[in-house]
């Protein structure tokens, strides 16, 4: 199968769907529990501090070859300790597939309480598996358009609501960072997701220096309009209110115009099912790699029975969300981060090697 390619400007687009999609979904309203009216400062610190693993990991692993992240440490610790160190990453990416996913059935169920949970959940599949069955350039299309429609979703909802605002609300210059580095462990998660998915689409870009750039301004501005969407909810509904609504920004949105939130409802939902078709791609890509297929394409429709076979059960558990505030922190704390640390000096130390050689 001939490898597909894509651009700079193209991952940019990309890279910032990755983040931006879901995290305003149920994410807030955790960030807002933990802190609270410094909750708009949270992604500035996350994402900031995430940037530098990003640069750190995609620079080592470029300047190492342009192979995915399974081809590159079989190579360097052999099949069998390659794979072993791999196994936790891989299910990393196939559990946060499964929560994409359930995030924007929640956000479906929400809106259209009286509908199907199943027929959500297989929309969703479906169209996500036909997403990542077209390949990267199509997503890569498809995620300018969808960053488009939320950023003018985002603004309108910022601007309209500027006449409600009560910047008494938050408090800028008393910041109370213990509050905000225990709030900026969740969407670090989120912020992650751009360096763990480049480290499997690497194989696709064109120009390494380049993209590379391009996905740290996809951080950047993933940051800027998460930090409106916060600034606009704390003083527009204060704290207390925000961190109460299941999905704020949503609720925000029906606040100034009639009608605005069935718009906001159609651009949150693009977003989601292009972030869900991103990792059913990523996850494909990681699964073909693996057992050394051809093609992915061969598994698409067994991974959508067995993802949304998973979904549908994990959406049974009872207060499912509830444990997400404390499980993603866990998970970054000693899982996602220490995993990438380890693999930057893996990486240095080959790069290194090669260097000596020459």
């Known amino acids: 199968m001939k490898k597909e390619k894509i651009s700079p400007f193209q991952y940019f687009w990309l890279s910032t769907n990755m983040i931006i999609s879901t995290i305003i979904l149920l994410i807030p309203k955790i960030i807002i529990e933990d802190g609270r009216e410094y909750a708009w400062i949270v992604p500035i610190v996350s994402g900031s501090t995430i940037a530098v693993i990003h640069y750190l990991i995609l620079k080592v692993g470029c300047n190492f070859s342009n192979k995915n992240i399974i081809a590159d440490l079989k190579e360097i610790l052999g099949p069998f300790i390659g794979t072993i160190l791999l196994i936790p990453y891989i299910l990393l990416v196939l559990h946060t597939t499964s929560l994409m996913m359930l995030q924007g059935v929640e956000f479906v169920t929400f809106v259209m309480p009286s509908k199907s ?14 997403i990542s069955y077209k390949g990267i350039e199509t997503i890569a299309r498809m995620a300018q358009f969808a960053i488009i429609i939320m950023f003018t979703a985002i603004l309108t909802i910022v601007i309209l609501n500027l006449l409600s605002m009560n910047k008494e609300w938050l408090k800028p210059f008393s910041i109370n960072y213990k509050n905000v580095i225990t709030a900026s462990l969740t969407p670090a998660h989120w912020f992650l997701i751009i360096p ?44 207390d209110l925000t961190s109460a609504l299941k999905f704020p920004f949503y609720t ?42 051809k093609d992915y394409r061969i598994l698409v429709i067994p991974f959508f029975i067995i993802n949304t076979s998973m979904g549908i ?46």
Do not use: C
């Not at 925000?252 to 989601?272: D, H, K």
């Open 117 to 130: 949970i199943i027929g959500f959940w297989l929309a969703i599949g479906l169209l996500a598996s036909y």
């Open 313 to 358: 059960f994990q959406s049974e558990i009872p207060a499912v969300f509830k444990h997400i505030g404390y499980m993603v922190p866990i998970n970054v704390l000693l899982l996602e981060i220490p995993f990438l640390i380890i693999v930057i000096s893996i990486y240095l130390i080959e790069n290194k090697k090669d260097k000596f050689k020459e």
């Open 196 to 239: 763990n998915l480049s480290l499997i689409f690497k194989p696709y870009f064109t120009d390494n220096k380049r993209t590379i750039r391009a996905s740290l301004l996809g951080n950047l501005v993933a940051q800027i309009m998460i930090v409106l969407l916060f600034i606009s909810a704390l003083t527009t509904l204060g704290a």
């Open 252 to 293: 925000l949105s029906a606040l100034p115009l009639a009608g605005l939130e069935i718009i906001i409802f159609i651009a949150w939902m693009t977003g989601v099912i292009l972030e869900v078709g991103i990792f059913y791609l990523a996850s494909l890509e990681l699964i073909s790699s693996l057992f050394k297929l």
